[in-house]
């Protein structure tokens, strides 16, 4: 059975840090991109960060460059997001989902990515 279970949110002050964890299992994860993704209410989902299978490739997108970094560690089937500097605009349930290898690409296409956790919330307070 595939699960992917996001842990580490919480609530945190602007200026704060956060590292979130997305632990895989039912499937051969070091095959699969990660990406991670967050929702505020009323909001659309968007694409966060993405690394590719073999953690060579890193995207992260504008709005958290310079602040946030995504990594994963294989032997642990497990992809992380570190977050620091963080705003209240980063209030947001976060999600990590898995996209196969070949589907992988850097940019903010969510198209691929078939396997979702169920999310965490993280919030901010100014």
């Known amino acids: 059975q595939v699960r992917m279970v996001e842990s580490g949110g919480g609530f945190v002050q602007a200026g704060g840090s956060l590292r979130l964890s997305c632990a895989a299992s039912g499937f051969t994860f070091s095959g699969y991109g990660v990406g991670w993704f967050r929702q505020a209410p009323g909001t659309e989902r968007e694409f966060v960060a993405a690394?590719?299978?073999?953690?060579?490739?890193?995207w992260h997108a504008d709005s958290v460059k310079g602040r946030f970094s995504i990594s994963r560690d294989n032997a642990r089937n497990t992809a992380y997001l570190q977050m620091n500097s963080l705003k209240p605009e980063d209030t947001a349930v976060y999600y990590c989902?898995?996209?196969?290898?070949?589907?992988?690409?850097?940019?903010?296409?969510?198209?691929?990515?078939?396997?979702w956790g169920q999310g965490t919330q993280v919030t901010v307070s100014s």
């Open positions: 989902a898995a996209v196969p290898g070949y589907k992988f690409r850097v940019g903010g296409s969510m198209s691929g990515y078939d396997w």
């Open positions: 690394v590719s299978p073999n953690g060579g490739t890193l």
